[in-house]
């Protein structure tokens, strides 16, 4: 039994009377996974080195955003917008492409009858490089061992190939899609910028609303849920909420040399340790009860008897996750993390302000207002001041029982037959939280499988994707819109 199995299991038995452990014993043995209809999975065939290519012309456009704008070459930018009619030529002879502000790009693919339209998304825009620290050039889009090396290969040059791709791909086969297909992209993403909310603007002037719109998130993962040996597909059904707080304890200043009892310094490590020490209440959402209800019937003993009763254990749970935090704690409560800190300029002066930023992320259980009379009550000082500097509730939850889930799940199934489809909440955020206010089927998945140690190069260094995976990741989007 592993760490995590042992400790909730182990706090849970002995809060347990003998009739609750034998319901518990019931509940275990119903909780199975659905029989698995044999399913014939129809091979799809395309051009993979035209498909290699143009994912590699892509990522020798240098479309770095920054938060400083000036040191972003919109040149780049340009240059890989000027690329697409000769990367995706049946794309242009199809569809109409209306530029935003802020570099949004937004392809209209005309349907064979009115209803409602998808929409497929992704960001151009891509994070700053280091490129000391890469083995290969960040921007050469080199193949090296069946390996193609650079920022954007994951996050997300390779959705915007996709979408465009298969776009193209399906068009020059004189595929027209039942209902409108819309690929929506934003060029900056990575800065939070509102290229994507622009678009669904423009979607509320026009009272479209979307059957369905896909934009990155989950992925196909392994050994990530505990207890679980087959490789799982994660669609995003929710995304947690964002805010930027800063506390902040004003003083006269002065002399180091004489100092006043409780500097602003000691205020704000009180303030900091009063919030660490009251973390936000655990709250199983719904994206995780789904989660847990779908994955958890695949897993090993012990694992299967906790998510088959996951109320009996939450608090064994609770107690366990306040002390790893971790991935598993993210998705159970609203979690706090101290990132930014500011006192004096110099070692003698006390400061006239000491502040320290907190990057909040908010459950889709709790709210933004809730947060910040949760951080008021368990700092209770009034000397510290609290302010969001930049925040947003979380998303809505996506509904599962609709023809737009189905879809995804359904080309998740058929592209990776050996994982469980499942939704899950994403602790990021993404543009498409912007579509929260239109439409509750908005997924988000990436049409990748990745390992860890591939997922820990998106903002990093050594970003790269194995061509199997490319190849998959076409595929996948090519029975996402066969059936759009
Ligand atoms: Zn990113």
């Not at 960040?138 to 090396?149: K, S």
């Not at 209902?179 to 939070?192: K, M, N, R």
């Not at 598993?328 to 930023?357: D, E, K, Y």
Request: glycine fraction near 8%; aromatic fraction near 8%; proline fraction near 6%.
């Amino acid at each position: 039994m592993n760490k995590l199995a042992k400790g909730i299991v182990g706090g849970s038995l002995a809060t347990l009377g003998a009739a609750a452990a034998a319901t518990l014993a019931v509940r275990t043995v119903q909780f199975t996974p659905p029989e698995e209809e044999p399913r014939s999975i129809e091979p799809i065939g395309f051009d993979f080195d035209a498909a290699v290519n143009c994912l590699q012309q892509l990522i020798r456009c240098r479309t770095v955003s920054y938060y400083d704008r000036s040191l972003e070459d919109d040149a780049e930018f340009e240059k890989l917008i000027a690329l697409l009619p000769e990367l995706y030529p049946h794309v242009f002879e199809a569809c109409t492409l209306t530029r935003f502000d802020d570099r949004a790009l937004l392809f209209k693919w005309p349907g064979r009858e009115p209803g409602n339209p998808s929409v497929l998304m992704a960001h151009y825009d891509v994070v700053p490089v280091d490129e000391s620290l890469w083995e290969h050039d960040p921007f050469c889009a080199e193949i090296i061992d069946g390996v193609l090396w650079g920022r954007g290969t994951l996050d997300t040059k390779v959705t915007f190939n996709g979408a465009m791709f298969s776009a193209n791909t399906l068009i020059g086969r004189g595929f027209v899609p039942k209902h409108d297909v819309y690929l929506a992209f934003s060029g900056c993403e990575e800065i939070s910028g509102p290229g994507a909310a622009h678009i669904v603007d423009w979607f509320i002037e026009q009272g479209i609303t979307p059957e369905m719109v896909l934009d990155e998130g989950g992925a196909v993962v392994q050994d990530v849920f505990p207890g679980l040996e087959r490789p799982c597909g994660l669609i995003g059904i929710a995304e947690k909420g964002m805010a930027d707080v800063r506390l902040s304890v004003a003083s006269n200043g002065g002399h180091a040399s004489a100092p006043k009892p409780h500097s602003p310094v000691v205020a704000l490590a009180e303030a900091i340790d009063a919030v660490e020490s009251r973390p936000m209440p655990l709250k199983i959402s719904e994206p995780v009860r789904k989660m847990l209800d779908t994955l958890g019937r695949y897993t090993a003993m012990p694992f299967r008897t906790i998510f088959s009763t996951i109320d009996a254990f939450t608090p064994a749970l609770d107690v366990f996750t306040r002390k790893t935090g971790g991935n598993l704690n993210a998705l159970l409560r609203t979690t706090v993390a101290f990132t930014q800190m500011q006192g004096s300029a110099a070692p003698n002066v006390i400061p006239s302000t000491a502040s320290v930023v907190a990057n909040i992320r908010i459950n889709t259980e709790d709210t933004l207002d809730g947060v910040l009379a949760h951080l008021e009550a368990a700092i209770d000082d009034s000397s510290v001041k609290v302010e969001v500097i930049d925040g947003w509730n979380p998303s809505p939850v996506s509904r599962t029982d609709c023809e737009g889930y189905e879809r995804v799940a359904r080309a998740v199934a058929d592209t990776w037959p050996e994982c469980v489809v499942s939704p899950y909440i994403m602790v990021q955020c993404s543009d498409a939280r912007h579509w929260g206010r239109i439409s509750d089927r908005v997924y988000r998945f990436c049409g990748y499988d990745v390992t860890s140690e591939e997922l820990a190069t998106i903002h990093g260094n050594n970003e790269r994707i194995p061509l199997d995976v490319l190849r998959r990741n076409i595929e996948f989007y090519l029975r996402v819109v066969e059936q759009c």
